[in-house]
């Protein structure tokens, strides 16, 4: 934080939760520095509760992969247009971009425009696929900030002015202690409504299956908000605990997680709980999009700390899925490797 020197007042923009949930922590870090500093966004709870004023709900942006990135676009454009007079209206010295490139770009370009100095925080990975978009990023953005030392080397390497602030997960995570040694597995089906639909199944399918196995464990689906929780109690109907809050504690409190998106999986990583990694892109995503990626590993926790923290499981056949990952689960759930030291 001491290299970056946000003129207020401040607008970010977070379009899907796990961007939200990082620029919540970094606007706390700058409230607590500039208890004055005027930050405005689009974002959501984490944003809001850390002191921003927010402008507009993220909720309605949220959408991943190709074919339901192309469904939303329509959407998309209309509250870019939103956005965009709310930015010209609220006339910020500084615009901070956090992830979401599909919508941030174009208002990069826009703050850009209107002379605002702009960031990009948790930018594009063009390291993974879509490297043509490092052009509109040396044009349209000032800074970019990242979190991860890998990226900021790539970042560095093709003539971007990059800064890597320390993680702010890692403070943020590290409090955590077990404090419940109940037989547990948790499910994060994802945040964005299309992820969780495709994801849904498989783990229903998991759970029916383990249930018969592993009698006296429990099934907990950990939601990223209480809003969300509603939806997935509806859709379990008792077949298991459903959590909206205290997500950090439920997901220590855990002997095992089956993680399905990159900050889940990181986040499982820094708290020191085992996990299963699994990825069920659209059909069209997995034999097209995959074609454009430059690297092999879906998992960030894997590509953080270069070398296989977790297994990874990827593909758009439910049943394949499903019978990969079982025998894993079930091993691992016997073996009683994530024990109290001392029972």
Not at 162 to 169: A, F, G, K, M, S
Request: charged content about 25%.
């Amino acid at each position: 934080m001491k290299h970056i020197l946000f003129e207020a007042p401040v607008f970010f923009c977070a379009g899907e939760p796990s961007g939200d949930m990082y620029a919540g922590l970094l606007i706390r870090e700058l409230k607590e520095r500039f208890p004055k500093m005027r930050i405005f966004g689009v974002g959501g709870n984490c944003m809001r509760e850390s002191g921003a004023d927010i402008v507009f709900q993220n909720e309605q942006l949220m959408a991943f992969g190709l074919m339901d990135g192309l469904r939303s676009a329509f959407n998309n454009y209309s509250f870019y247009r939103k956005i965009a007079r709310t930015i010209y209206r609220v006339k910020p010295r500084t615009f901070v971009a956090v992830a979401y490139p599909g919508m941030n770009l174009l208002l990069c370009w826009y703050a850009r425009k209107l002379g605002i100095k702009v960031y990009y925080y948790l930018p594009p990975q063009i390291w993974a696929w879509g490297t043509f978009r490092k052009f509109f990023i040396k044009k349209w953005v000032d800074v970019v900030i990242t979190v991860f030392p890998f990226e900021a080397k790539f970042y560095r390497g093709i003539g971007i002015e990059t800064v890597q602030i320390r993680n702010p997960l890692i403070r943020e995570l590290s409090a955590y202690k077990r404090n419940d040694y109940t037989k547990r597995i948790g499910f994060m089906p994802g945040s964005r409504p299309s992820q969780i639909e495709r994801n849904m199944p498989v783990i229903m399918e998991l759970m029916s299956m383990l249930g018969v196995q592993l009698q006296g464990t429990e099934f907990c689906l950990i939601a990223h908000d209480p809003r969300q929780a509603r939806g997935l109690k509806k859709t379990v109907q008792g077949r298991a605990c459903v959590v909206g809050e205290n997500r950090y504690q439920t997901m220590k409190n855990c002997d095992l997680l089956v993680t399905t998106s990159g900050t889940a999986t990181f986040e499982a990583a820094l708290l020191d709980v085992p996990q299963l990694f699994f990825s069920r892109p659209s059909v069209v995503d997995y034999h097209i999009f995959r074609r454009f990626l430059r690297v092999s590993e879906y998992n960030l926790a894997n590509i953080y700390f270069g070398r296989k923290v977790a297994p990874s499981y990827v593909g758009c056949d439910r049943r394949e899925l499903v019978k990969s990952m079982y025998d894993m689960l079930v091993k691992h759930m016997r073996s009683g490797r994530n024990k109290p030291r001392g029972t």
